[in-house]
């Protein structure tokens, strides 16, 4: 059953006036990070993780989230299929919602399941009119059952996904463009996905609707495979690189509203200091790029 | 919207070894077999071998190191 107008309160955009950057949140890294909240504006929360955890785990949550901005990210909905999401798994994020209060919610555009099989993974649907009309469809039950339109995020993938008629930036643009979600773009994925696809980044950025674009994602992968044949794994283990914060700069000159910036790390978890000075190069990469747009602006 | 097949074919051999070797050996017979339409079977048969390893690896080693979550 959904939860319906109950959740719709309690979910609103935060007021963003500024440009803010924050960490996903990681039990490993909670000490560090509620130690250091004069220097996170947000932190970004698996909701996964407490749609079945126990009570106390729940208050945790509620006293972060009365601390600090929190906005809660879905891993395994499934949106971007031909397949209807599960109305019980958006139960699910309707009740953290109303739980938590958190300023937004977000999911990927990916399908995770098929025929009973959980891929256990964000796999790439094929890139049709079908998964767009399926995407689309499932954003509107998603607001209507949650109360508010999930921002959704692109995602990286080993894979070029087959049965696919158009490419990512035309899919992506689509959807957004036709939906009332804010775009979280994970400009690591682009990275990735550019370099796995040979495509030019800079490009992709020209092509979707930058002005939509609420949230970034930054993090960082490896190489995987045999020589000829190497790909970028996404796997949110490694430090973000250079080139990501490249594409930083590149976004914050190309989308004037403000924006809100996550590093995500999952795993071989460095200082928290290491972080925080990533979220450093995260605030002087799009200072950078407002610089550069403002001095178009004054040059035009 | 109907399940998709191809949705489901997908996920078949990304996630079952002995289902995707089957495909790698005889892809149009595979696609035929699991009711693909005549665009998708051809889409299929001209798969991404490299990434199609790769993505599946990926997964057999998140599985096994019980790799928190679906994200990539």
């Known amino acids: 059953m959904a939860v319906g107008a109950e959740a719709v309160a309690v979910v609103v955009e935060g007021e963003m006036n500024v440009d803010r950057f924050g960490l996903g949140w990681r039990p490993r890294l909670a000490a560090g990070i509620l130690a250091n909240l004069d220097r996170i504006d947000i932190v970004e929360v698996i909701a996964d993780d407490y749609f079945r955890a126990p009570r106390h785990e729940r208050r945790a949550l509620q006293t972060l989230a009365a601390q600090t901005p929190v906005t809660l990210h879905g891993v395994s909905l499934g949106l971007a299929s031909a397949v209807p999401v599960q109305t019980r798994r958006l139960d699910d994020m309707a009740r953290l919602c109303a739980a938590v209060a958190p300023e937004s919610w977000s999911e990927h555009l990916a399908f995770v399941r098929g025929g009973g099989i959980e891929i256990g993974h964000l796999a790439a649907p094929p890139r049709t009119e079908a998964t767009i009309e399926g995407a689309l469809a499932n954003l509107a039950r998603a607001k209507e059952i949650v109360g508010v339109a999930p921002h959704v995020e692109n995602v990286a993938t080993l894979i070029d996904p087959p049965g696919s008629d158009r490419d990512e930036a035309a899919w992506l643009s689509a959807i957004i463009r036709n939906s009332e979600s804010k775009l979280l773009l994970d400009l690591h994925n682009l990275h990735a996905n550019a370099i796995n696809f040979n495509f030019n980044p800079c490009v992709f950025l020209a092509k979707i609707p930058v002005e939509r674009i609420a949230t970034i994602h930054l993090a960082g992968g490896k190489w995987i495979g045999r020589n000829g044949a190497q790909r970028l794994l996404d796997d949110h283990l490694h430090d973000v690189p250079d080139p990501v914060y490249e594409l930083l700069e590149e976004v914050a000159a190309r989308a004037p509203q403000t924006l809100t910036v996550i590093i995500e790390r999952d795993g071989k978890f460095p200082a928290i200091e290491s972080l925080l000075a990533q979220l450093d190069r995260a605030r002087q990469a799009v200072s950078r790029g407002r610089a550069r747009a403002l001095k178009q602006q004054v040059a035009a | ?72």
């Open chain 2, 1 to 72: 919207m109907s399940e998709s097949r191809l949705e489901v074919f997908l996920a078949r051999i990304y996630v079952d070894q002995t289902a995707r070797e089957k495909f790698l050996a005889d892809p149009r017979g595979e696609a035929t077999r699991a009711g693909l339409a005549a665009h998708e079977i051809d889409d299929v048969v001209n798969i991404d071998r490299d990434g199609l390893e790769l993505f599946a690896h990926s997964l057999e080693h998140k599985r096994a190191n019980k790799h928190g979550h679906p994200k990539n």
